[in-house]
């Protein structure tokens, strides 16, 4: 966990969730933060890089069932069944538009390593299937609260992909930060769940936080081959 993110103290879990993705999340990890710049003359990333990072994000969240449709089957929180509904919905849409990207973008640039790194989130991506279908209440609603505060972050990188590329990007349907920390606060309120909440959450970013640390060593593979 990031210095910049607060302890958990007990009551206040979504102004602690929205300060752990601020501070762990995709925004706050420098080469995701050098991706959203990369649409300018001073672009830090070239396409290949951008190219990257879409056919990594695919395979980490392009396939269905999600961290959102498992914790949509955990949880029986009748205040998160609206939001549930919304962000399941939404991240369908969300897949179809990041595989569009990755399809128009082309396929992953050629890097040393390449079969490891594709094991690697491999493993990202079923260690994000057991967090999404633990039975503990609150972690898998906590990893899939995570992942749509995130989203909007990784969303900024993928539309920068696809502008590069001529793909014309759409609205995101997702749940917006505002309703997503209030279902937060509506399920939280008990030490225990929201603990619970915060562990699915970290660890949610943990695997985003890898898959963007997979990528910047790719980077400088490339670079030093270049």
């Not at 640039?109 to 299937?129: F, I, K, M, N, Y």
């Not at 949610?204 to 910047?216: E, I, M, P, S």
Request: aromatic share 4%.
């Amino acid at each position: 966990m990031s210095e910049a993110a607060p302890r958990y103290q007990f009551g206040d879990v979504s102004h602690v969730l929205d300060a752990l993705v601020a501070a762990d999340g995709t925004a706050g990890h420098g080469y995701a933060s050098g991706a959203r710049a990369s649409l300018g003359p001073n672009a830090t990333l070239s396409l290949p890089d951008l190219a990257d990072a879409a056919h990594y994000l695919c395979l980490l969240h392009g396939r269905h069932p999600g961290v959102i449709d498992h914790a949509a089957t955990r949880s029986a929180d009748n205040a998160a069944r609206a939001w549930l509904i919304q962000a399941a919905d939404g991240f369908a849409r969300e897949r179809t538009y990041l595989t569009q990207v990755t399809v128009a973008v082309g396929p992953a640039p050629s890097t040393a390593g390449q079969s490891d790194c594709e094991t690697v989130v491999s493993q990202q991506r079923h260690a994000l299937d057991m967090l999404a279908q633990s039975d503990r209440r609150g972690c898998a609603m906590g990893a899939a609260i995570a992942l749509v505060l995130d989203w909007r972050s990784v969303r900024h990188i993928l539309d920068i992909a696809a502008i590069r590329v001529g793909v014309e990007p759409h609205g995101c349907d997702l749940p917006d930060r505002g309703s997503t920390l209030e279902v937060a606060r509506a399920i939280g309120g008990d030490d225990a769940i929201d603990r619970a909440i915060l562990f699915g959450a970290r660890q949610l970013l943990n695997q985003h936080r890898g898959l963007w640390d997979v990528l910047q060593a790719r980077a400088k593979i490339r670079a030093r081959k270049g």
